[in-house]
């Protein structure tokens, strides 16, 4: 089992900047490839950031050069680092596993980031 809590969402006015942070606990040495999802009303859930040990990142183009995930080791939170926010970035942002199938995953509560014009 994996516990997952997310903070740091808030409102920001657009060019601000934000941090998210994921505390994990549980089986989390088990866990290889971790991420943030985002998603906004009316639409699906997106993968903004992903990283796997050893520090390999992947990003869509849509928030590549502004956001930035981190995680140090299995034992300390992941970040999420957000610049040059923009009112499309708004959403409830998540913390997620990432483990192919048959596995499941273990998701956060999520915290809330709007952005303002």
């Known amino acids: 089992q994996v516990q997952l809590v997310e903070s740091g969402g808030g409102l920001v006015q657009a060019g601000g900047s934000l941090r998210l942070s994921c505390a994990a606990s549980g089986s989390i040495f088990s866990i290889n490839v971790m991420g943030w999802y985002r998603q906004a009303p009316g639409k699906q859930r997106e993968l903004v950031a992903a990283i796997a040990n050893g520090g390999i990142t992947n990003y869509p183009d849509s928030v590549k050069d502004r956001f930035t995930i981190s995680r140090d080791n299995a034992k300390n939170p992941m970040y999420l680092q957000m610049n040059s926010l923009k009112p499309e970035d708004t959403a409830v942002y998540y913390c997620?596993?990432?483990?192919?199938?048959?596995?499941?995953?273990?998701w956060g509560q999520g915290t809330q980031v709007t952005v303002s014009s």
């Open positions: 997620a596993t990432i483990r192919p199938p048959p596995h499941g995953n273990y």
